[in-house]
T-cell receptor, first 114, second 112 residues
Framework: SQTIHQWPATLVQPVGSPLSLECTVEGTSNPNLYWYRQAAGRGLQLLFYSVGIGQISSEVPQNLSASRPQDRQFILSSKKLLLSDSGFYLC?????????????FGPGTRLTVL | AQSVTQPDIHITVSEGASLELRCNYSYGATPYLFWYVQSPGQGLQLLLKYFSGDTLVQGIKGFEAEFKRSQSSFNLRKPSVHWSDAAEYFCAVGLNAGKSTFGDGTTLTVKP
């Protein structure tokens, strides 16, 4: 069966420090991968999605970047964190190919920038 | 552009009462529709989905949803709510390349 992992679970970082959040998927090949941010009391904002290794699409301009160095690994990064980067970050995957498939979510990372 | 509206930010129901969470969407083609549930501090779990066919779909945990094309709605229902149903619920429209647009969510509180 497929599983998705995210780490760390929680993170407290000072403003201006770098960030690296990791997401890995097991039990599937060539998944579509997604990074979402969920601000307190808000819905999900799609940040990045990827349909293959090295293929990253950014949905909104921001202080963050994403990379996919391996088929089932998706990394969210920042060189210098801002206060506004605080939130709950969710990684998700879906089956490759055509649209309309459900997404499977990881447990999330709670990021607090002080 | 596609969009999903969940008109109710917060709903409170008594345990054992019925529940209906509203979802309206705007999408140019035949939509793929989903309801997800999120417990505090957790990821999202799929409750049910509509792709085609029967407009009344059954999901996990006793939930069901009805697709009404004429009203552009996909409301989630449960006949008798349990305290463990307290969570945040998200409606979503599936797009190309597996992407989805999510509503802002409805927080459900269950009174004993």
């Amino acid at each position: 069966s497929q599983t998705i992992h995210q780490w760390p679970a929680t993170l407290v970082q000072p403003v201006g420090s770098p960030l690296s959040l990791e997401c890995t998927v097991e039990g599937t090949s060539n998944p579509n991968l997604y990074w979402y941010r969920q601000a307190a009391g808000r819905g999900l904002q799609l940040l990045f999605y990827s349909v293959g290794i090295g293929q990253i699409s950014s949905e909104v301009p921001q202080n963050l970047s994403a990379s996919r160095p391996q088929d089932r690994q998706f990394i969210l990064s920042s060189k210098k964190l801002l206060l506004s980067d605080s939130g709950f970050y969710l990684c998700a995957w879906s089956a490759p190919g055509a649209g309309g498939t459900q997404q499977f979510f990881g447990p999330g990372t709670r990021l607090t920038v002080l | 552009a596609q969009s999903v509206t969940q008109p109710d930010i917060h709903i409170t129901v008594s345990e054992g009462a019925s529940l209906e969470l509203r979802c309206n969407y705007s999408y140019g083609a035949t939509p793929y529709l989903f309801w997800y549930v999120q417990s505090p501090g957790q990821g999202l779990q799929l409750l049910l989905k509509y792709f085609s066919g029967d407009t009344l779909v059954q999901g996990i945990k006793g939930f069901e949803a009805e697709f009404k094309r004429s009203q552009s709605s996909f409301n989630l229902r449960k006949p008798s709510v349990h305290w463990s149903d307290a969570a945040e619920y998200f409606c979503a429209v599936g797009l190309n390349a597996g992407k989805s647009t999510f509503g802002d969510g409805t927080t459900l509180t269950v009174k004993p």
